[in-house]
């Protein structure tokens, strides 16, 4: 084997082969891929014209603004970048200023809104193009988004890619992508792991539960052009109803939420406390519309370190937990049973066999393998997806000498569960968005749990703002 081990290329993880499966499934089913975007927020206006110029020129002298998977002729999928020149005037822009001087900023907001969320919304240029930017001026502020596909970068890998691409103070250092062997060996251990997983989600899917789900009885299948209200000329796919509720917490609220994840979680069991909230918040909603059964929830573990070299912005360095908990508990018996659980996963090294066992599923064709997830999360569903991510990767103080005031996530959701809630922090804030389809809940509904969720975790009048 140790031919295989010779070449320069990158060869996809497992986990990687599933995010392009992942893809695959979500566009077939919605039209949007597995992506997500950033949200860089800037205080006062940045030069467009030469924050154009500046990722044009990363982006155009490097190897990962588009590419594709092949496979060997040993089989083991491959990832083939291609070079191609960014063009500048692909960045939209957007201003959101009035000339009107009686517009009042609450009208601004919701057109900021607005913009934020069909920008989350748009698909790439083609299946080939991994990266999309906009930018918005809105009441002094700038919003700078960065979309990106799973099939090559995860949370953590993507802020740091930004930091890289904007920061234009450290001496310009051209990024390879990584290389990787096949890894066609050990198959003993990779079979022993997948045993171990298999024993573990039966263990989960017991034949004697049910698992609760928000699906909504209505389902809107409404599609075609999204108007853009705004008089842009930008276009719009169909966001086939899929829509965000995000909120950023002070630092003070942020410094109370982590005071009481010590005091009732205990220490570096911030993520579980936060779930513990989430988890009670579902368990009120599933009563009111009366769901009955055990909330199953898939989380997403990074498994970088706090720093890490640039080798380790590219692809998928995350594997996965899997939760199963009864409705009807209170917030201190959800935090001692999701870190009993939490606990037994690390010890039985569930991430670590979630890796290793799916460097097995390369061999099925993405089509097939998007086909086999399918049918497995209608037959082993979950309840919703829950990601905490208490290490940033993007640490620019400023931006062409404009402060940085926050960076936070807006990540499309997959169809199944079809809602998410997730947290990501920078400096001293803490971030959170609830991402879902209208046939999981209204918004309405939506907004409602974002406000129990937020209360649990501190009791009291809360104030957000981005």
């Known amino acids: 084997m140790v031919i295989f081990n010779t070449s320069k290329r990158y060869y996809l993880n497992g986990i990687d082969w599933v995010m392009a499966a992942l893809d695959r499934l979500n566009i077939k089913q919605t039209g949007l891929g597995n992506h997500s975007q950033l949200v860089l927020v800037l205080k006062g206006y940045i030069d467009k014209t030469k924050l154009a110029q500046r990722i044009a020129l990363i982006l155009s002298e490097n190897l990962f603004f588009k590419g594709s998977t092949r496979r060997a002729w040993h089989l083991a999928p491959y990832w083939a970048p291609e070079q191609h020149n960014f063009d500048p005037k692909d960045i939209r822009y957007f201003n959101l200023e009035s000339d009107n001087k009686t517009n009042i900023a609450g009208a601004m907001e919701e057109n900021l809104d607005l913009v934020l969320q069909k920008c989350a919304k748009t698909p790439f240029q083609d299946d080939k193009t991994l990266l999309g930017f906009d930018l918005i001026h809105c009441n002094d502020h700038s919003y700078l988004i960065m979309r990106f596909t799973h099939k090559m970068f995860d949370a953590r890998g993507a802020e740091r890619l930004l930091e890289y691409i904007l920061d234009e103070k450290s001496p310009y250092i051209q990024y390879d992508l990584p290389s990787q ?16 997983i298999n024993r573990f989600l039966r263990s989960i899917y017991s034949k004697k539960i049910n698992v609760a789900q928000t699906f909504n009885i209505h389902n809107n299948n409404e599609t075609g052009p999204i108007t853009n209200k705004l008089g842009s000329s930008a ?11 995000y909120y950023t917490l002070s630092d ?20 579980i406390f936060i779930l513990s909230c989430v988890a009670k918040s579902f368990d009120s909603l599933l009563k009111k519309k009366k769901r009955s059964g055990n909330m199953l929830i898939p989380i997403n573990v990074d498994m970088r370190k706090t720093k890490f070299g640039s080798e380790k912005i590219f692809f998928n360095s995350v594997s996965f937990m899997l939760f199963n908990v009864k409705q009807g ?47 497995r999360m209608k037959k ?25 005031k926050n960076l936070f996530h807006m990540p499309l959701v997959p169809v199944d569960p079809g809602i998410g809630v997730f947290f990501t922090r920078f ?27 937020i209360s649990k975790m501190i009791p009291g009048p809360v104030n957000g703002k981005i």
């Open 235 to 245: 276009s719009f796919q169909a966001d086939k109803h899929h829509y965000f509720h």
């Open 329 to 375: 508990l209170s917030i201190t018996d959800y935090i001692k049973n999701l870190k009993t659980q939490f606990i037994d996963q690390v010890k039985n090294k569930i991430p670590h066999h979630f890796i290793n066992a799916s460097l097995l599923m390369r061999i099925m064709p993405l089509n097939l393998l998007s086909w086999f997830m399918n049918l």
């Open 252 to 271: 003070n609220q942020t410094l109370a939420i982590d005071d009481n994840a010590i005091k009732k979680a205990g220490y570096l069991m911030n993520g």
């Open 427 to 453: 400096n001293k804030k803490l971030n959170m968005v609830i991402s879902c389809y209208d046939n999981t809940l209204s918004k309405q509904e939506c907004a409602c749990l974002q406000e129990n969720i």
């Open 181 to 196: 062997n096949a890894q066609l060996n050990a198959w003993k251990s990779r079979f022993l792991s997948g045993q171990r």
């Open 380 to 404: 082993n569903p979950c309840s919703f997806s829950f990601s905490y991510i208490a290490e940033q990767a993007f640490n620019l103080r400023s931006v062409q000498g404009l402060e940085v």
